[in-house]
């Protein structure tokens, strides 16, 4: 079983930032793709970024320039800075990734999500 943790969300003013973190463990063998994707009230799941194993990001064009998505392979951890944040960022953020595990399965998991709130 695999469980991913994230971390980071808050309150904060227009223009400030933020910093998520998601944290993988259990029976992993290696990790393919991680990314954030995000869920305002009465919207559906979005995709922000996401980063391969490589370190190719992709963004969603809302907040290219704005946020930065990065990884760090050794402790199966993925980050999100948000720079610059708008009220319209104000969401649930949820941690994805796509596990190879030490049983060989290949799934992807999700994490319970975070909240962010953005104050204009």
């Known amino acids: 079983q695999v469980q991913l943790v994230e971390s980071g969300g808050d309150l904060v003013q227009a223009g400030g930032s933020l910093r998520l973190s998601c944290a993988a463990s259990g029976s992993i063998f290696s990790i393919s793709i991680m990314g954030w994707y995000r869920q305002a009230p009465g919207k559906q799941r979005e995709l922000v970024a996401t980063?391969?194993?490589?370190?190719?990001?992709n963004y969603a064009d809302s907040v290219k320039g704005r946020f930065t998505i990065s990884r760090d392979n050794a402790k199966n951890t993925v980050y999100l800075q948000m720079n610059s944040l708008k009220p319209e960022d104000t969401a649930v953020y949820y941690c994805?990734?796509?596990?190879?595990?030490?049983?060989?399965?290949?799934?992807?998991?999700w994490g319970q999500g975070t909240q962010v709130t953005v104050s204009s």
């Open positions: 980063i391969t194993s490589g370190s190719t990001t």
């Open positions: 994805n990734a796509y596990v190879y595990s030490t049983s060989y399965s290949f799934n992807a998991y």
